[in-house]
Each structure stands twice: as structure tokens, then as C-alpha cells.
């Protein structure tokens, strides 16, 4: 995710692409949500599902519309380079220098309203693919670059705990008990304490942690080498996705009709809301990935339209999921990763789905974990990066792997809290980078068109919020879920 401006890639269709902006939304915090809309009761947690999933609508046009702002300044620049190379054909060296300085001083003047008149009707194109640490050179100051570094670094640092906890807390789950090794005894009425016992003398918090360390040392030694996510193995996990998902919401609903549905979700818990803002808002999380999805796309001519549909058919599966869990379980039996619900022999009778619905996470997320980690290495070497210089190899190729590998880990060793590791993680990082980073792109990227393309430029990709109260709006609703997310900790911290 550094900040570099790269090729699109193979092209897709638009519907591809909707495709996969679903695949990419809806991921790991789905399963904690089950859990949370049961903490926060049934109707206050669809109304802030809605509206977290309109928020998030808001702030991806947002980013789309930078998207083609910062495409127009570079095609822009191109246009120019180019004239001046032809310009300077014929002069000498020294001329040349002299003639550089005098076309960049009358570029700056010059409104470029006039090349799109001539003959660049597409300036605001999509077509190179400008990640969000470019547009943030671009359009920030250097205070504002440094803080938008910091935000993603923080948000994947919170990532990354999330899913080095993730793992083993599914693998004790699945393969200890409270009274003996049989994975099938997670009865309805159990509940499980971190000192109870798993393998003889073994404690169920010494086998998270023996699995802890594991799924370090067999993935964390790709933190120091390079490795991207292939086409086949995004396949195969969105495949692992779709079908646990779908076994999950069948069963729930089986269950349901059967009448066997233990659900009695309360209307409304606020003292629940705390966790469920963090939970959805890292449920939305897209829009530091938007550029690598969406300027592949052939065809944007209704981008608007097809990114919209692609949050209602979200906000539909994610109310799917949801509903149906909090009326076949009961509140206080869902647990923080929602596929070990179905590790249960009264719900699932066969073993093998009981098997690939408990470890799905395990496969899916060990998939995702070296990525997200190479993805932070690079971000703080971006960070750190000054122009020209280059980092010595121990801090290349030891000192930045570490100090991405490490904290995460840590976090995972003291606590395995999945509901409050999503939440906070979304709540504060995902508040910056879902809300204040597109706000401030879309304010400054249309500041900066007015300059350089004079005044009533219509950029194609503009965001339906045009008016400046919805910068303002979003950035008032994401101070105010920091201090309300906040204030809940601190007063819970207060009563205890």
C-alpha cells in the first residue's frame, strides 16, 4: 500500500468488479457480528448497520472522486512533459534549463480548462492506478502525509492481531473442551474458562498460546520476504468464504424453522453499541484498497450506480448473517468468532462440516496474514523513506520484519478478545481511514482541481455529495464515534 502510482492490471467487467469489492468488504469482521448486534439488541443494531453502511457509501465516492482527480493532475503533467520535450528539441542544454523553469512558472498560471477543451475530453479518466499514500502526496501537506502513515500502520498493526489471535483461538476451540480432548463437547450451556483444562494438564489458555507460537514460526519468517496474494489462492479462499457462509445461514435458518431457536434478542442495549461501532465500521473497511479495485474496471461509466448496489447487496448478507444467528443462539452463548457456534454436536451432526466451519478461519486467515504484514513493512519504510536515501540491509531485512512482526503478536499472547480487538481497531484507525482520510482527500483534491482546471471544471467521477456539509458531516460523525467509543471505555473501565 505505499504510495506508489502503478499499471491497473488485466482489465474486468463492472460486474466482476462488484464482485470483488464484495469479496473484499465482507471478510473477517462479518463473523464477529453476529455476536455484537446481539450485545446492542436487534433494532438499534439495523439502524446502525444502515447508517454506518450509508457512511461508508459516502466516503468511497469520496475516494473515487480523488481517484480521478489525482489521474487528471498526472495526465495533466504528462501533456506538459510532453510539450516541452518537443519544445525543447532544438534548443541547447543550457537553453533547455532556462525554457524548463519559464513552462513550469506559466503552467501554474495556466488554467488547464483549455487542453480539455482542445482535445482531452477524458481527463479525469481512471486509468492509472494512484494508491491512496500517492493521493495523500499529492494533495497533504507533510504533517499530512505522516499522519495518514500513521493511521493505516495503526490499522494494520490492529489487523494483524486480530488475526494472529483469530487462529488460535479457533484451533482451542475446535480441540479442547472442559472436560477431555473430544472437540464435540461444546454444549449449548458450557462455559469456558482460559484455566480449564484442554490437554491433560495442559490449560485451554496454554494451547492458545502453544498454537500462538506456532502460527508464528510457520508464518511469520514470510514478514522478511516478499509475497503477494495469487489469482488461484483468492479463488480458493473466496470459495472457502462464500460456502461456510452460506452452510452457516442455512443451518441457522433450518434451525429456526424447526423450532429450535433459542434467540431472544432484546430491541435495543445500549451498552452494547460501544463494540458494534467498531465491529461495522471495520466490517465496511474498503477504502485504502479501492484503487487496486476499481481502476481495473473496463467500463466505469456507471460507477456510482454499481458501488451502490454493491452496498445493498452487503448491507442485505451482513442483516442475513446477523438476524439469523441472534434467533438461533442465545446472546450470551455466541461466541466471539461466529463459526465456532457450529462446533456443536446438537447443531451440526456431521463431523466434517463441524471440522471446516471450525478451522475456516484458520485457513482463510493464514492465508491473508503474510500479506497484511509485507503490506505494514512497506508502509513503514515508506514512512521513513527520504528521497534519494537508501536503508542499510540489518534494517531493511531485520529491524522493519521485526518491528512489524512483534507488537501484533503480543497482543495476541495477553488476549485472545476478539469482539474488542475488531471493535477498537475500527473504532479508532478504521474511524481515520474509513472517514477523516477521504474527507480531507475529496475537500483538498477539489481545491486543487479548482486551481489547476479553473473554476466549474465537472470531474465525471465526482461524488453525489458534492456540497462541502458532507465533508463536514463525515468528519463531525467520526469525531463523535472517537468520543463516544472513548467515553464507553473509560466509564466501563470506571465501574470495574
Partial sequence: MAG????????????????????????????????????????????????LGFMSFVTTTFVVEAMAAANAQLRWKRMETHQEEEDDGSSTASD???????????????????????GSPNLFEITDRVEMGQMASMFFSKVGVNLFYFCIIIYLY???????????????????????????????????????????????????????????????????????????????TSLMRWIAFAIMIVLALVRIGHGRGEGRPPLADFSGVQNLFGVCIYSFMSQHSLPSLITPISSKRHLTRLVFLDYVLILAFYGLLSFTAIFCFRGDSLL??????????????????????????????????????????????????????????????VVFPTITLLPPVLVAFCTHDLESLVGITGAYAGTGIQYVIPAFLVYLCRKDTQLAFGYGTVNKHGSPFRRTFWVGFVLLWAFSCFFFVTANIVLSETKL
Wanted: charged share 15%.
Fill in 4 to 51: 506508489e502510482i502503478t499499471e491497473p492490471g488485466e482489465l474486468y467487467s463492472p460486474y466482476v468488479g462488484l464482485v470483488y469489492m464484495f469479496n473484499l468488504i465482507v471478510g473477517t469482521g462479518a463473523l464477529t457480528m453476529p455476536k455484537a448486534f446481539a450485545a446492542a439488541g436487534w433494532l438499534v443494531s439495523l439502524v446502525l448497520l444502515v447508517f
Fill in 158 to 236: 490492529g489487523d494483524l492481531a486480530i488475526y494472529a489471535a483469530a487462529v488460535p483461538f479457533s484451533l482451542m476451540q475446535v480441540t479442547c473442551s472442559a472436560v477431555g480432548n473430544d472437540s464435540c463437547g461444546v454444549e449449548a450451556e458450557a462455559k469456558y474458562n482460559d484455566t480449564d483444562l484442554c490437554w491433560g494438564p495442559l490449560h485451554r489458555v496454554d494451547a492458545y498460546r502453544i498454537y500462538l507460537a506456532v502460527f508464528t514460526l510457520l508464518l511469520g519468517p514470510f514478514t522478511f520476504f516478499d509475497v503477494q496474494k495469487t489469482k488461484y489462492l483468492q479463488i480458493l
Fill in 96 to 118: 533547455s534549463d532556462v525554457l524548463t523553469q519559464d513552462n513550469d512558472a506559466r503552467a501554474e498560471k495556466r488554467p488547464i480548462l483549455s487542453v480539455q477543451r482542445h
Fill in 336 to 397: 466471539d468468532m461466529y463459526t465456532l457456534n457450529f462446533a456443536r454436536c446438537d447443531v451440526v451432526s456431521l463431523a466434517a462440516v463441524r471440522f471446516f466451519l471450525g478451522l475456516f478461519p484458520v485457513f482463510t486467515i493464514s492465508t491473508n496474514f503474510p500479506i497484511i504484514a509485507v503490506t505494514l513493512r512497506n508502509n513503514w519504510k515508506t514512512l521513513f523513506h527520504r528521497e534519494g536515501g537508501t536503508y542499510p540491509w540489518v534494517v531493511d531485512h
